[in-house]
DNA sequence: CTGAAAGCGCTTACAG
DNA sequence: CTGAAAGCGCTTACAG
């Protein structure tokens, strides 16, 4: 019952041709005559033929296929990049491998293992929380063998990234804030250690002491990413004699999290605080109320991280030297999106 | 630059046996003896060899890897069940391929071509909605390689699928309402033509003629799984003379949407009216009102589906008969969540 | 323009 | 327990 699949030898027989024909008649028509070409075409057709991509992965030394690492694949956050990334990939003829670094530590697998394998031929990472020792086992990756990062990044090291404007998008929050007349603004931030965390939380204090407002250290809330964090920064917010008028979050989730945790307190967004959060993901509009929100291009991060990394794919297979990291770093713009959910603060405060 | 990973040769050269003892000393150890096996080990160390999995998958004509095909990459409804999938995968030496139904269509590969060339051994399928001519091409793909349904299904196709038990907890929704007092209940349903929305229709309008309550046909409001259907079918909830006290919409984004739209026009949920929804993604506990919702236990139908297709593929590795369809679909438990948007009817109502 | 032949890096009967 | 050898299905210099 199983049946076989034709192979190059079947339609080579086929055709009354040698396989090598058959082989360059798929991948380089024009080293063959029309007439050849012809015969082959219609043995390929009448014998339902289908390359196996194995054996030429094999012959060619190339997995045709990228892995995509994510820290965490139950994130909802990520699934327009891997779109983009996906989308782009498959338009060029590769494949996408998934894996998330959660489930590499547990299943006892090396990060580099689908590189080494040749399962891959390149890696986008989504995390620039690897510990300092995966880190380490990147660098002896060899340079055919492309790695980049997206959204986030490792501080210090020099792998290619792509990356949303978060410092000057902070700026562009805050000012808006500002614009609305409110003075006493906190920050929530993002997890202890990560990069954008950092990006954000500093350009948010530049931008603070820049627009010359007081930032009360009570008034940089440590938080995540997470819904719950947002819960624990609302209550962190109420028990302060001396509110801040506004608050910006670094993700939508946790802006999210501190305004359901206001409401169940019986306060109003933006009646009673002015609440932003970061990403525009697909529900910040649908929230009550709709939220503001600084918009990450996700779709075009995922395109873009595919194209630059199938473009040193291309680079370091035809060069094989220093295609060089001329242009080590796209940044995507971010967006304002003003929503209902912030407004100027209420009188008197 | 490019340093070339050792190969099986190089090992075997360093340890002074042939390349099939290496190997035997990889794959199955107990026939080897065992100071052979530690002088191989050592050179395996010693040289970091890893071994070429394209190579090994040519020769045992295994791809050890799996395609998942979703309809949409960008709808986080999928998130879990992929971890749930990837998490079985990997554990077991297999990877995750990931393409969307979409994406194949506009690059023009056929679907079976992951399978017919070798790429993938198998496959999940996330998507019901696949056109007849896709659904043909299906049933002439060898029985070797697996082909399994999950979340959705194909009516009448007779492929193995995990479900939710989507009849029953749509029967548990209604009673719950039913029992919190409320007799007049609207549906909002799925997309027309989907499998899910026509398991949940039809147990809704089943359970209401069960329980003698009255069911007018503008009662069954169409929609999709997505937040504007939600919004549209609250418009048309406040058009209604005489309104429905509950309504169960079949996804959690439609009772968002619906939710969302009512607040804008100034209904309070569940104060004049209940809304529940169906799925439970991680959202509905934050959103305001918390949701009450029929949870799917996403990761759990994602590992189901992974064991289910790896054990077809052992089972036509070893048997190559039939291995026939015996369990041809497990269902997985769907439980109420019950939240804060349901509540008694209105009173006088 | 075409073919014979080597080889990508493994695995696995077959002998011994 | 171990090795020599064939072969998985391709691609690609090398000749002609």
């Keep these: 019952m199983t049946q076989k699949m034709p192979t190059l030898q079947d339609v080579a027989q086929l055709a009354g041709v040698s396989t090598a024909t058959v082989s360059r008649t798929l991948s380089s028509p024009d080293q063959v005559s029309e007439s050849t070409r012809k015969r082959v ?98 660098d002896n990756v060899p340079r055919s063998k ?22 000057k998008a902070t700026r562009t929050a805050i000012r808006y804030l500002h614009g609305l007349g409110h003075e006493k603004i906190a920050h929530v931030t993002g997890p202890t250690g990560n990069v954008l965390m950092h990006a954000r939380k500093d350009a948010f204090v530049g931008e603070m002491a820049k627009l010359e407002l007081e930032l009360r250290p009570e008034w940089l809330i440590p938080g995540d990413f997470s819904l719950n964090a947002g819960c624990r920064a609302a209550a962190t917010w109420i028990d302060m004699k001396d509110r801040p008028t506004a608050v910006f979050c670094a993700s939508d989730l946790l802006a999210f999290g501190f305004i359901s945790e206001l409401s169940r307190n019986g306060f109003k967004v933006p009646q009673d605080v002015s609440v932003m959060g970061f990403d525009d993901i697909d529900f910040a509009s649908q929230f009550i109320p709709p939220l503001t929100s600084m918009r990450q291009d996700r779709h075009r991060i995922g395109v873009t991280a595919a194209t630059m990394l199938l473009e040193r794919l291309a680079a370091t297979a035809s060069i094989d030297g220093d295609a060089h990291d001329n242009e080590n770093a796209a940044i995507v713009p971010v967006t304002l999106i003003e929503r209902e959910s912030t407004a100027a603060p209420p009188k008197g405060s």
Tied chains: 1, 2.
């Design 41 to 138: 075409s219609q043995a390929v057709e009448k014998s339902g033929y289908r390359i196996n991509r194995v054996a030429r992965n094999l012959r060619t030394q190339k997995a045709h296929s990228v892995l995509v690492l994510l820290p965490d694949l139950a994130n909802p956050f990520f699934s327009s990049i891997l779109e983009g990334i996906s989308g782009n990939l498959s338009q060029r003829g590769y494949s996408m491998l998934i894996a998330s670094t959660k489930q590499v530590h547990a299943s006892g697998d090396r990060l580099i293992d689908y590189l080494d394998d040749a399962r891959a031929d390149g890696m986008i990472i989504l995390d620039g929380g690897l510990s300092p020792e995966v880190v380490d086992t990147l």
């Design 146 to 167: 492309p790695i980049l990062f997206a959204c986030e990044w490792i501080e210090g090291a020099n792998f290619p990234s792509v990356r949303s404007e978060n410092r």
